[in-house]
């Protein structure tokens, strides 16, 4: 072609034109092509993985979200890098840890000037959308539409923001974002574009209020009480003695449905005192004590968190329904997964915010029909870090150099990976603040653990072969002395490899 146009006598700047012409025409094939697949990222709040089917649940079932891992890939080691909401939302938008991205505790307020996985797939020629929780102090960037709640919002009547303004809506907050995530799938999208779709659930954060139809969901059973409930922390240094989140001592009147919720409507309130006040009025004349009114509390606090599961997972069925029923579920990459972990009464607390496993990790759950094997299950390492990477990967877009994850997408679809991480680096600042979860930063390898609470300069050491339950630290064990060495040298390099080595070195 150029030679032909030399012969024709064109000029320089013509045959430049021609040729941003054919780049651009490129460009818009690429963009119409239908082999680019939508993006449907599935979060909810405070999802342990112990409450899910697919994971072995002892307490609940979770058929519709089992879908996802049926159907695709079930991560068993998928961790954060900092187990609290605001944080992890962040490090999900930007794929870079809370000290680079700039939000490191809840309270922090997003920047949104930043890069974010949003904006670039939009640049690629994605429509965006995110509806539901976003809980990060400022208005979302990057996104063509936004239908958020308010800070944590409630689990009632939400007051919502959208680029239009605010909209008031009566019913179950669950429920709502559902409806307004179809919606927006139905009605509102490009039929011509790819899409990406943050579609993030409040449940089951804290006071966990189920909805009207969930509200007697386990009334009938006696869910399973974990080992550690009991825990009395004598095999720990002092910050897990020290925190304020044990199901004896801190869950509120407000947590176990003792009082009455605020802000229901007159029909709301009926099923609410049905479902709860026969059962309160047992309690009060119970007067049980000690390891019994312990026990109570477990059993009112877990199932009715189990009843706001039981709303999620109904509603992620509806959302997995509509892409079966209209054929998008063929070229729909689905990604479920909680912000962080989170505690049932392990070590007898509720929460999240350690580095101990059930805080640290958290549920991954990715379909992609004709690139995941069905019912596949991975023990690879990953972090929440490394989503917006495989979001970019997937999509054809050029990850930028400074983001500092990993694209699952070779681990997805079975490529052989033989330079994988073996390690996974943790870092939590919340301190002073709610649950006085000492700040720590720590390494996790496929054995071991080493965590440091640096603010009082206590080591902890957990062969997780061993000690699954992390309830012996071994730090001071001369027979691990050589374990010890060995993970700090990790420590190190892996806090230079992600800039955070600024803070106190690792030492005795």
Not at 49 to 61: D, F, H, K, P
Not at 117 to 125: E, F, H, I, P, R
Not at 201 to 214: I, L, M, T, V
Not at 284 to 292: A, M, T, V
Request: net charge neutral; aromatic share 12%.
């Amino acid at each position: 072609m150029r030679l032909q146009l030399m012969r024709r006598g064109c000029r320089p700047a013509v045959m430049v034109s021609f040729a941003v012409l054919l780049s651009l025409s490129a460009v818009v094939r690429l963009w119409a092509a239908d082999d680019r697949p939508n993006i449907l990222f599935i979060m909810s709040d405070d999802h342990g993985y112990q409450a899910l089917g697919c994971y072995g649940s002892r307490v609940n079932q979770t058929p519709n979200l089992d879908r996802i891992a049926n159907e695709g890939m079930r991560f068993d080691r998928c961790f954060v890098t900092n187990s609290i909401c605001g944080p992890s939302r962040a490090v999900i938008l930007t794929g870079k840890y809370s000290h680079l991205n700039g939000f490191v505790h809840n309270g922090n307020t997003f920047n949104g000037q930043q890069p974010t996985v949003a904006k670039l797939l939009q640049q690629a020629g994605y429509q965006t959308a995110m509806i539901g929780k976003w809980h990060l102090g400022s208005t979302p960037t990057g996104f063509d539409y936004y239908h958020i709640l308010q800070g944590q919002g409630p689990y009632y009547n939400p007051r919502m923001l959208t680029s239009g303004g605010p909209v008031n809506h009566t019913g179950y907050t669950t429920e709502i974002i559902t409806d307004v995530a179809l919606d927006w799938l139905k009605n509102q999208r490009r039929q011509d574009q790819p899409f990406l779709l943050m579609y993030q659930h409040k449940a089951p954060h804290r006071n966990w209020q189920p909805g009207p139809e969930y509200l007697r969901n386990y009334d009938d059973v006696t869910i399973p009480e974990p080992e550690t409930l009991f825990d009395d922390y004598q095999g720990r240094g002092s910050a897990a003695k020290r925190q304020a989140m044990t199901i004896a001592k801190h869950l509120t009147p407000n947590d176990l449905k003792l009082t009455k919720p605020q802000g229901l409507t007159e029909q709301q309130l009926a099923a609410w005192n049905a479902a709860y006040e026969p059962k309160n009025r047992a309690f009060r004349e119970s007067n049980l004590e000690g390891q019994d009114l312990v026990r109570w509390k477990y059993q009112r606090y877990v199932k009715d968190y189990l009843r706001c599961v039981d709303a999620v997972d109904a509603n992620v069925g509806r959302v997995l329904d509509y892409l079966d029923e209209t054929g998008l579920a063929k070229n729909t990459l689905v990604i479920y997964t909680s912000d962080q972990g989170w505690y049932l009464g392990e070590h007898g607390w509720y929460d999240k915010r350690w580095m101990y496993e059930e805080s640290f990790r958290t549920p991954l759950l990715v379909r992609w029909p004709g690139r995941i094997k069905p019912g596949s299950v991975s023990d690879r390492m990953v972090l929440n870090l490394d989503f917006p990477e495989t979001f970019l990967d997937v999509a054809g877009v050029e990850i930028p150099a400074d983001m500092q994850g990993r694209s699952l997408r070779p681990i997805l679809t079975g490529q052989p990976v033989d330079d994988w991480r073996k390690s996974v680096y943790y870092h939590y600042y919340e301190f002073p603040g709610p649950h006085d979860v000492q700040r720590h930063y720590g390494v996790r390898t496929d054995r071991y653990k080493l965590i440091h609470f640096y603010q009082i300069d206590e080591w902890e050491l957990y062969d997780l072969q061993q000690d699954p339950r992390e309830m012996r630290s071994v730090y001071a064990d001369p027979e691990y002395a050589e374990v010890v060495a060995d993970m700090k040298r990790e420590l190190t390099a892996l806090r230079k490899q992600y800039g955070d080595d600024r803070l106190a070195t690792p030492g005795g």
